[in-house]
């Protein structure tokens, strides 16, 4: 298993544009997370799904924002009409769900796909 | 929700021993996690504590106390590979609740 893949790592695109990642969880991983992190900041939590299901979203996600993760293996988050703030580095984890109560839900990160938004 | 807070910066000497706390504020609160980000890639998991007290694993040790939401990251020996950002997270307790909530981590330099 290569880990937690991220395509692109670099998108430049102009204000107005739409963009799309995709991130590909470690396979066995039933549970996809996606952060968003600005320089000299942690990752700020998006959206997370278990297998299929999409269980929380950000009150940050405005309706711009949508992520799928259609067969509850790849994810896509999707960004449309792209403003300047939405410049950030879009981070993608993946976990194993564990025996309710028991264990650590350790998140196991993607190198991330940078979007610069001119 | 979750309020997080770290120091900005810290700074510390090759082969000296560091302190990096953290505190919590949480609605829901399962277990902290710690992770180290070096510059420009991705956050690794250095250790995570669920019940108070001390965890150790090698250079590097956890400590957590529900009670007074603190816990802290000491690493010892510290080495110049050390340099990296230190993220604290709280992970929620409640199902469908259970994402992490990061601090704005401690960007940690080490000089020689």
Partial sequence: ?118 | GQNIDQPTEMTATEGAIVQINCTYQTSGFNGLFWYQQHAGEAPTFLSYNVLDGLEEKGRFSSFLSRSKGYSYLLLKELQMKDSASYLCAAEGSNFGNEKLTFGTGTRLTIIP
């Avoid at chain 1, 893949?5 to 991130?23: A, E, L, M, W, Y």
């Avoid at chain 1, 000299?40 to 297998?51: H, I, M, W």
């Avoid at chain 1, 924002?65 to 879009?90: C, H, N, V, W």
């Fill in chain 1, 1 to 118: 298993d290569t880990g937690v893949s991220q395509d692109p790592r670099h998108k430049i695109t102009k204000r107005g544009q739409n963009v799309t990642f995709r991130c590909d969880p470690i396979s066995e991983h039933n549970r996809l997370y996606w952060y968003r992190q600005t320089l000299g900041q942690g990752p700020e939590f998006l959206t997370y799904f278990q297998n299929e299901a999409q269980l929380e979203k950000s009150r940050l996600l405005s309706d711009r924002f949508s992520a799928e993760r259609p067969k509850g293996s790849f994810s896509t988050l999707e960004i449309q009409r792209t403003e300047q703030g939405d410049s950030a580095m879009y981070l993608c984890a993946s976990s194993a769900a564990r025996t309710w109560g028991t264990g650590a839900n350790v998140l196991t990160f993607g190198a991330g796909s940078r979007l610069t938004v001119l």
